[in-house]
Nanobody, 117 residues
Framework: QVQLVESGGGSVQPGGSLRLSCAAS???????????YGWYRQAPGKQRELVAS???????NYADAVKGRFTISKDNARKRVYLAMNSLQPEDTAVYYC????????WGQGTQVTVSS
């Protein structure tokens, strides 16, 4: 059974940075590269929203709120997907989830990001 495990969340002050990591366990490389990868977030009382996505063809897409501040990337050899987050603001506070969409649909368990002074 494939599992996605996120890490890298935490608490930072406004203007700080974090890098989230999503590791795909029990997934072979030839399967890993077939997916579209996404990072979503859900703040208290709000719906889950797409933050960034990266297609198997290396096309990226970002929510307007994070353009220029967040970067999605992947490491095929490590079967990991990353979300580098810079210039974090309090409105970025949420639980962040990674998602693999393709032959199947997988979600991680979520990692909390809190931005406050």
């Amino acid at each position: 059974q494939v599992q996605l495990v996120e890490s890298g969340g935490g608490s930072v002050q406004p203007g700080g940075s974090l890098r989230l990591s999503c590791a795909a366990s029990r997934m072979i490389l030839s399967e890993f590269v077939r997916y579209t990868y996404g990072w979503y977030r859900q703040a208290p009382g709000k719906q889950r929203e797409l933050v960034a996505s990266l297609s198997s063809g290396a096309m990226t897409n970002y929510a307007d709120a994070v353009k220029g501040r967040f970067t999605i990337s992947k490491d095929n050899a490590r079967k990991r997907v990353y979300l580098a987050m810079n210039s974090l603001q309090p409105e970025d506070t949420a639980v962040y989830y990674c998602n693999f969409r393709g032959p199947n649909d997988f979600w991680g368990q979520g990692t909390q990001v809190t931005v406050s002074s």
